[in-house]
Nanobody, 115 residues
Framework: QIQLVESGGGTVQPGGSRILSCVGSGFTFSNYNMKWHRQAPGKERQLVAIIASGGASTYYANSMKGRVTISRDNAKSTVYLQMTSLKPEDTAVYYC????????WGNGTLVTVSS
């Protein structure tokens, strides 16, 4: 079955950086766009970034634009989210997602930005 497993979360100081990973299985990873979303405590889940199946095209939502880079390694069935200049308001559970076309989600990885 289709699975997405995120990793890389943890506690980081304000201004710091973090790289998240998401490994997909059970589907042909290289055929699908991949997305990262986040959900902060008490708030709705929001889109962070999208990367096209081949990796050549990306989209960033305004929430973290200029501070995140999405990338992928299709040989490893992995999508990454590199985050920099992190702020306390970036504290959230970060999820990866694929629509095949049914929507599948990982369990998320918690990033806490705190001094």
């Amino acid at each position: 079955q289709i699975q997405l497993v995120e990793s890389g979360g943890g506690t980081v100081q304000p201004g710091g950086s973090r790289i998240l990973s998401c490994v997909g299985s059970g589907f042909t990873f290289s055929n699908y766009n991949m997305k990262w979303h986040r959900q902060a405590p008490g708030k709705e889940r929001q889109l962070v970034a999208i990367i096209a199946s081949g990796g050549a095209s990306t989209y960033y939502a305004n929430s973290m634009k200029g501070r995140v880079t999405i990338s992928r390694d299709n040989a490893k069935s992995t999508v990454y989210l590199q985050m920099t200049s992190l702020k306390p308001e970036d504290t959230a559970v970060y999820y990866c997602n694929v629509d095949v076309p049914e929507s599948y989600w990982g369990n998320g990885t918690l990033v806490t930005v705190s001094s």
